[in-house]
């Protein structure tokens, strides 16, 4: 990896997908005039994070106005766009997904959530699976000046995941999501740290900002942790762009004194990718 900038943009979200693919285009470009070469988006930036309305707010790789936006404005601006991530249609199947695209317009990846979050908590109940298919495939981007592995919100919570994008090389976890306000005050700051203590990389976290009134309220504080655990840009929960300087140094120079990745016993364990 080369140093590089790389800026999260915690922007609101509302019923206007319209509005919401403008207002994000806005704010990318606000973050690369401040010198972002890597910009990262929110989980579902184009549509209110409702699993019955997925399906109407979809969009297909090939036709999406999401999707081209996207590519647009990441050639005008010669920056790596992780697109958060937006329904995405196909065929018969909405995935929740996240597109990347390099500086010459070009998509760089594709992940699409592998976990759903299905889950029955005391005041939040959510079942992505009743809307949603699941993604199967692990997604690193070879982005040239640095390696990014994609995950997108529960997935942060499965850290063989995590490892196995870190086996594969990576520099930087980037993670669209969007925790709320029981799971977020609990388990946002923790979980993002401990991927990047177990791991030894960055972590970057993109949030919506806070709707008080949405019937989601997504818990916002966007986070870049680094290699020691140190969290080293936060947001606040309303709109905000948050900004770092990755440093392979950093990486090398934890790694160095404290050498997890090296130490495993893989003569008695080891994570298998099927
Ligand atoms: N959109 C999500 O996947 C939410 C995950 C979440 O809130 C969690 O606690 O995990």
Redesign the pocket.
Known sequence: MDKCKLAVCQIKVTSDKGFNISHAEDSVRRAARQGAQVVVLP?MFNCP?ETHLFPSYAESYSKGETVQMMSRVADQLDIVLVGGSIPERDGDFVYNTCFTFGPRGDLLGRHRKVHL?DVDLPNLKVQESSTLGPGNELTVIDAGFCKIGVMI??DV?FPELARLLVLAGIDVLVIP????LI?GPA?WDLTMRARAVDNQVYVAAASPARDDRADYVAYGHSIVVDPWGDVVARAGTGEEIIMVELDPEKIREVRGRLPLLTQRRTDLYEIIRK
């Open positions: 989980e994070y979050f919100c529960f919570r999501a969007a925790f709320n799971t388990h």
